[in-house]
């Protein structure tokens, strides 16, 4: 008898290492006597903040509206409006909410769907790393090829190897996907980074892929709470440019999966025709509370923003009087990703500290190219647990 076989492109997909780690935590949890006995869980990229009470509201009156039967496939129009109103207020871009907008079950979604409408089979996309590793996986998903392309440490930034990714680029090259800011370096385009990056797509016919997920997570901004200028603001209305976006960070509001993508009408429409073989579209009383997120959420966002940057200069300074460790400034999202002297083997360094000091990391190899010999942080969380975090790994550092 022939045994059916798995896919290959299924199969050369990686296990997530943070979720391994991740799992490692939870099993200790379990045997755990008491609360203070819990991991410190500093691995997953997410706010320990809970969602405002303003946003749960609107979803409750929208189930009690009627907002519980199938919307478009591109989202509720309304969403798609008031997220149009949006960028114009915020990114001074001006968008057709009927064209340039599709509303998608998270982030992760509307990667998923973009890249599944520009990769044909045997394609190669390149992807800026170190990275999340969604977007490599989801490449090789599509059964395309990844080829990623670390950004060097130069000076205490990270860069863009413009050199590297010209060389990576062949024939079959149709996408280049970058995360500004950075999960998990914090860095962030240059306004010259975006005139070359766009430069780049446009000289070689390449789709050009912008993950702005954390661009109200800014810390460079003369106001806090001014988003990261997106790459809509340079690309014109033919360019082959894709952002991808999410109400998980901005508002807390990961377990709530509703996030957009923005491009060319062309691919606006086949999007939408393939959201609905895959998760036909985003709930509909989930849509209903992005609106008001939208609507009414600086001024959770700007404390939530104020709280971020108390974290990030407690941690930074903490971390670089470690020994062994070198500490880029980050200048978005909440994780900071320090280069620890020696280590090659970031999985095994991460999962002894779990096991040894209940403080859980992520490893820097989780992130593709560029990552190993790093670890990655997530400072959303209250500054008490932050405060047992760093001494944890700084007592773990002293006695490696």
Known sequence: MTTAALASSALAVPHSRIRELAELAMQMDLSAKAESDKVLRLYFGESNVATPEFIKRAAQKAMADGFTFYTSNAGLMST???????????????????????????GVQALNVAIRCVLNPGDEAIVL?????????????????VKQIPQPLVGGRYEIDFDAIEAAITGRTRLLLYTSPSNPLGWVAT???????????????????ADEVYDRLYYGAQQLGAPVPSILRKAAEDDA?????????TWCMTGWRVGWLI???????????????????????????????????ETALREMLTQLKQNRDFCLQALRAMPGLTVPAPEGAF?????????????AFCKQLLLDTKLGLAPGVAFGAGGE????????????????????????????
């Not at 949006?86 to 968008?95: F, M, P, S």
């Not at 994780?335 to 999985?347: A, I, K, N, Q």
């Open 373 to 400: 010999g790093s670890i990655r942080i997530c400072y959303a969380s209250e500054m008490a647990i932050l405060q047992q975090a760093m001494q944890r790994l700084g007592d773990f550092l002293r006695h490696r």
């Open 129 to 145: 790393t170190p990275a999340w590793p969604n977007g490599s996986a989801i490449v090789q998903m599509a059964n395309a090829v």
């Open 80 to 106: 798609r409006e008031a997220l149009a109103r949006y960028y114009a207020e915020q990114q001074l871009v001006t968008l057709d909410p009927a064209s340039h907008i599709v509303v998608t079950t998270s």
């Open 191 to 209: 306004d010259a980074d975006q005139d070359r990056l766009l430069a780049l797509s446009r000289k070689h016919g390449l789709w050009l892929m």
């Open 263 to 297: 491009s060319r009408p062309d691919l606006c429409a086949r999007a939408t025709q393939l959201n609905e073989f895959i998760v036909s579209h985003a709930p509909s009383f989930a849509q209903r509370a992005g609106e008001t997120a939208l609507l009414w959420g």
């Open 335 to 347: 994780y900071l990703f320090p280069r620890v002297e020696g280590l090659t083997d970031s999985f």
């Open 241 to 249: 440019v894709i952002v991808v976006q999410s109400f998980s960070k």
